[in-house]
């Protein structure tokens, strides 16, 4: 028997859990058995499910020892890597940044769990010279995320619940001041936190809140981002961007729909939301701007519902100052949609060079002041973008003629098309689990 355990985020909404299924999908075809570990389970997150049986560690242990030849890729970040006995074991890592974290008594050396392993994969050239900079020395492939075109799915957007950042709510400084009052010394402090303030947030957020489908014409003018809100993807950069895209006269019929999730599933809604509310009437009052266009997309989103959303939209932009590999960007390649992003980290891979509706960005060593992850290197190299440029790209997408913007996606896509599409990812994948066979049974070799 043929055995394949993949260990990793299997039932979520995350880059991570995508990608793992589109992985399975190719990697089924080659074992006569797959079982999945997951080992970031948790009730506060959506839940997708994964269409493989799902069995505990020690199960997958026993599972490996009758099998003829067992392959377990931990698809997670190398702390969390785990060595199989009686099975060829590789780890699978997106990395955003060209260091792995400092090691710490609390934090063993990313490096040298990633020296355990029989084999690294990684979807880009970006993470493999992260890996050797770090000192990793086992055979590392590149084998990037296989993308295909998602399912033709139905008009207009998704159910959902989003925000209209331009609404300006009646006593909005009221309300804000009481939602976010949170101090319990005393008996009339409690009943402020526990009973006026979320009262005072339902109403705020209720005069804010509209439906996907009260946002019209978003094929023709609709661009998204789809980014949880951490300090990496540059949302407020984005957004500054943004607004100085809307000061001028082509951008007037222009919207951006910001699909966020929050590190904390218990975030109060509020929070995230009176934060880019806020951040948006500045903006709007400084630049003198009547309209922002902007709306923020809070709802959680299955597999299809993410496709309807993509597909509904004109394009989409991407701010983030380091990318893994970057899942909404691919998916806006293989659809050929226009994509608004910079060409650095795993997007140089497979964003074709001259693509006119890239921005320019600097390589700056920083840390993240507050960053929930708090797991990044503090001189970590992160791609900051350069003062209009995002601006500048949004321009040329909106005066471009559609001709030129169709000829833009189709050379994008013959481009993205040869480094992930599914058929040739899975020639590097039997490739390479040639390899590990031959390498797990040397007198086979």
Request: aromatic share 12%; net charge neutral; proline share 7%.
């Amino acid at each position: 028997m043929r055995l394949l355990i993949i260990r990793g985020d299997l039932q979520s909404h995350s880059g991570y859990s995508s990608a793992a299924r589109e992985y399975c999908g190719l990697l089924a075809g080659f074992f006569d058995r797959l079982a999945g570990v997951d080992i970031h389970q948790s009730s506060a997150r959506p839940f997708e499910p994964f269409p493989y049986p799902l069995v505990s560690e020690a199960e997958a242990r026993h599972l490996t020892r009758g099998a003829d030849f067992a392959l377990v890729l931990s698809f997670t970040t190398p702390d969390r890597y785990r060595r199989y006995d009686n099975a060829v074991n590789v780890g699978l890592t997106f990395w955003e940044t060209d260091r792995l974290p400092l090691s710490c008594a609390e934090r063993p050396s990313w490096a040298g769990l990633a020296g355990q392993m029989d084999a690294l994969w990684v979807p880009s050239s970006h993470t493999r010279a992260m890996f050797e900079m770090a000192g990793v020395v086992v055979p590392i492939r590149e084998i990037p995320w296989p993308i295909s075109t998602p399912p033709i799915v139905a008009d207009g957007l998704p159910d959902g619940v989003a925000y209209d950042l331009d609404c300006r709510p009646r006593f909005a400084h009221t309300l804000l001041g009481l939602a976010r009052f949170r101090e319990e010394r005393f008996g009339w402090s409690r009943w402020l936190a526990r009973h006026a303030g979320p009262t005072a947030a339902r109403s705020f957020l209720a005069q804010l809140r509209v439906t996907g489908q009260m946002i019209s014409e978003t094929k023709a003018h609709s661009l998204l981002c789809v980014a949880q809100d951490v300090p990496r993807k540059g949302l407020s950069l984005l957004l500054s961007e943004w607004m100085e895209f809307k000061r001028q006269t082509e951008a007037e019929p222009w919207r951006l729909i910001l699909k966020t999730s929050f590190v904390d599933p218990a975030t109060p809604v509020i929070d995230p939301v009176s934060y880019f509310w806020e951040h948006i009437q500045t903006l709007r009052r400084q630049l003198h701007v009547a309209r922002s266009g902007v709306y923020l997309w809070t709802s959680d989103l299955s597999g299809s519902d993410f496709h309807r959303l993509f597909q509904n939209t004109f394009g989409l932009i991407s701010a983030s100052f380091g990318e893994g590999f970057c899942g909404p960007a691919a998916y806006a390649l293989a659809l050929q949609k226009p994509l608004v992003a910079p060409r650095h980290t795993a997007l140089a891979d497979y964003l074709i060079e001259d693509y006119p509706y890239t921005f320019a960005t600097r390589a700056v060593n920083l840390g993240f002041a507050r960053d929930p992850l708090r797991v990044y290197h503090p001189a970590s190299t992160w791609h900051i973008t350069e003062p209009y440029a995002l601006a500048g790209a949004l321009t040329r997408l909106a005066i471009d003629a559609p001709k030129r913007r169709a000829e833009a996606c189709a050379r994008a896509f013959a481009y993205f098309n040869n480094c992930c599409s599914p058929e040739r990812v899975r020639l590097l994948l039997a490739k390479e689990i040639q390899r590990l066979e031959a390498y797990a049974s040397p007198a086979a070799a």
